[in-house]
Nanobody, 123 residues
Framework: QVQLVESGGGLVQAGGSLRLSCAAS????????MGWLRQAPGKERDIVAR????????YYDDSVKGRFTISRDNAENKVYLQMNSLKTEDTAIYYC????????????????WGQGTQVTVSS
């Protein structure tokens, strides 16, 4: 069992930066792939970035590549999303989620979810 709590969302102007954090409970954290997913109003929940259990492998959606960076600290049971050069289209609720290794490619495969944190980017 893994419990996830996100923090760091808020309102920022276009071009600005935010850093999302996700704190995990449970000793199994380091065995899970972790993802940041987002859902904008009227849209499906999509994977923004994901990271392997060891942190050695990462994936980014094309829409955020070069702007967002996912990282994790297994000693602290935390995962982060650094978001730079934010655009209005990045506005969404951002979720931290955990999936078994090699299954994190689809939102439906994530087993544990945080409550979400709102990110709003104004023009």
């Amino acid at each position: 069992q893994v419990q996830l709590v996100e923090s760091g969302g808020g309102l920022v102007q276009a071009g600005g930066s935010l850093r999302l954090s996700c704190a995990a409970s449970g000793r199994a954290f380091s065995t899970y792939s972790m993802g940041w997913l987002r859902q904008a109003p009227g849209k499906e929940r999509d994977i923004v970035a994901r990271i392997s259990p060891s942190g050695s492998s990462t994936y980014y959606d094309d829409s955020v590549k070069g702007r967002f960076t996912i990282s994790r600290d297994n000693a602290e049971n935390k995962v982060y999303l650094q978001m730079n050069s934010l655009k209005t289209e990045d506005t969404a609720i951002y979720y931290c989620a955990a999936a078994r290794p090699h299954s994190a490619y689809s939102p439906s495969n994530y087993d544990y979810w945080g409550q979400g944190t709102q990110v709003t980017v104004s023009s």
